[in-house]
Each structure stands twice: as C-alpha cells, then as structure tokens.
C-alpha cells in the first residue's frame, strides 16, 4: 500500500513543500515540491492555506504523516518560534481545514541531517577527501539566512538519530588583528555586539566582509556576482567557512563526514573550492591528521531539507 509524505522546510526566506510516496518496496519518491515566500504569509495556518490554494498535489489532511522542518529550536516536536520569522509554528493550534492526520516538528537542519542518509546525500558532491566511517557521527551545516547545525548519529543499519544544535548563535573565533578590526568594523556599521557565526558565514556576512574590505556597501547577491579567483572578499569567506566546518568537525568528532548545506554554498560552490577553505579545514597543530581523514561533501539539491524530513517521516511509518 503506497504511503504519503507531506514534507516542509520552513525557513527565514523561503518555505518549500513537498508530497512523497513510499510504495511497497519502501522505495521513497519525490512527487511534487511547491515554494512559497516565508513573509508572504503572516501567521503558519495562512501559509497552509496559500498551499491549499497553490499547484500542490496533496492536502494536508490526505498525507499519512507530515513532517514540518522549522528555522529554529522546537519543543516537544509541536512549537518552534523561529527566531528570524515573525510567528510561530504551533501544530496543536486550530489549523482548521489544513488538520493533519499525524505530524511531527523538527528542526530545519535535523531535517537536514536526514537528509544525507537519502537519495540527495549519496549524490552529494566531494569538496574533500577522506574516508566514511558508517558507523561514527555525520556532521551537517549550512548557511542561508542564518547557520544551521545538527548531528547525525547511526543506531542500526537503517535507523539514525538527529540531534540539533543552535551553534549559529556562538560567538564567532577571529584570530588575527585584522580579523580583530573586521569583528570591531562589523559590531560598529551593524550595531550588534555578540558577531556570531550566523553573522559572518551568512549572506549577510558576505556582505560585511565585502564592505569592510573594499568601501563597497553591496548586497550578497552583488557581492557573490563579483567573485573571481583574484577576490579577497571570496579568500576571506572560504577561509571564514572553512573554520565553522573545522571547529565542527572536532567537537562532533564527524568521522562519518561534514555535509555542507544552505544556500550560501550551494549558489556560490567556489567558497569551498577555493584553497583557503581546504587549508582552514586542516589547520590544526594537534588534529591535523584527524582532519584529513574526514571528507567534506556539499548538498548541492537546495530540495535537501524536503528529502531529509521525507526519510525521517518514512523511518517512523515503517515502525508502525
């Protein structure tokens, strides 16, 4: 008997939607994906009803599960109030003709996590060398509006735990007085004090990089657009990505690989290919050897989250 997933990835710019079937061979297929501006809504029951009234080929009330992915940290897989989102996701409110028969909240990079056990992660392109430990924990980032973190742990051959993390929020580890006079550059034009890694490996963080470099006050997408293999605004970045992947590396201990997602690497790859960032990524005077063991993928299908909280939905319909 086929089963239905409704999968949702619901983030600071965009919220994507998407209907999965499992047939009886446990085969999981994409069938159909809609995007709808995250701002275009004001409250999550008039997102679903946007959806409702879009192309979209399941209804809410028809899917066996649904499995919402949230830009934030969730409680109790039903609440999360996204912190760059100006309402809440609450799946025990009234959500009227948008009910779901089963459904679960998770965090947008737990969703993320899974996903690199799914058809998207095998195809994921090698940035890195190493060897896959099966066995060991996977370690999964990303930047688009903000820095999402989560790990992957692996319970039998088939079965796999996320675990989340809100590391984007930590203070982000500059080492040099320039990097010092960048940190004081940003806190002054932005008015924050805390420069965390959402702030700096994120579209915004390009352009701060981009404007205390060169005078220039552009936006991301301006920025990226004038990448070239000469960029210092594009060494800084790479160098910038490549730390939050090391540091991450180690104190997850990621010997079954760093998946990169978000959109910042999947529309600029050149932040990863780039030498700064394999040379960041090595760059430690007692586990450089360590470092050079575990590959570096990126999750180049921006549809990842979907997939990820798709094969998470399909792990808890075959245990029922």
């Known amino acids: 008997m086929t089963k239905k997933i409704l999968a949702a990835d619901i983030g600071g710019t965009n919220s994507r939607f998407a209907h999965f079937e499992i047939n009886q061979h446990n085969t999981l297929t994409l069938v159909n994906t809609e995007w709808l501006p995250t701002a275009g809504a004001e409250s999550f029951s008039q997102l679903l009803d946007q959806l409702q009234n879009s192309n979209f080929t399941l209804k809410p009330d028809q899917a066996d599960i649904a499995v919402i992915g ?31 028969r089963q459904s679960i909240l998770i965090n947008d990079f737990v969703a993320q996590a899974y996903a690199c056990r799914s058809p998207v992660g095998k195809a994921a392109r090698r940035i890195l060398d190493g060897r896959i ?25 088939v ?23 960048f940190q004081e550059f940003y806190r002054e034009k932005s008015g924050l004090q805390h420069i965390t890694g ?18 220039e006050e552009l936006e991301p997408k301006e920025v990226s657009a004038g990448f070239t293999a000469e960029s210092e605004t594009l060494a800084w970045a790479a160098k910038f990505y490549g730390r939050i992947c090391r540091n991450f590396a180690l104190e997850a201990m990621t010997r079954g690989g760093v998946y990169i997602a978000g959109g910042v690497a999947a529309k600029n790859p050149e932040l ?8 960041e990524f090595l760059d ?11 590959p570096v993928f990126l999750l ?21």
Request: glycine residues 10%.
């Open 159 to 181: 079965d796999f735990l996320a675990v989340p993390s809100e590391g984007g929020h930590a203070t982000f580890p500059f080492i040099s007085q320039r990097e010092f006079s």
């Open 284 to 294: 430690s005077p007692t586990m450089g050897r360590l470092l050079a063991e575990i």
């Open 133 to 157: 430990d099966a066995r060991q924990t996977v370690g999964v980032l990303g930047a688009g509006t903000a820095l999402g973190k989560a790990f992957l742990i692996p319970i039998t051959r």
């Open 70 to 100: 949230a830009a934030g940290p969730v409680e109790h897989e039903r609440y999360c109030a996204p912190p760059y989102i100006p309402w809440a996701i609450d799946l025990d409110a009234d959500l009227g003709t948008n009910a779901f």
């Open 198 to 215: 959402n702030l700096v490996v994120s579209g915004r963080g390009l352009r701060y990089i981009h404007w205390f470099l060169t005078g």
């Open 300 to 320: 180049e299908n921006q549809d990842s989250g979907l997939w990820g909280a798709a094969f998470h939905g399909q792990q808890i319909l075959r245990k029922k």
């Open 272 to 279: 990863l290919t780039h030498e700064n960032f394999r040379a």
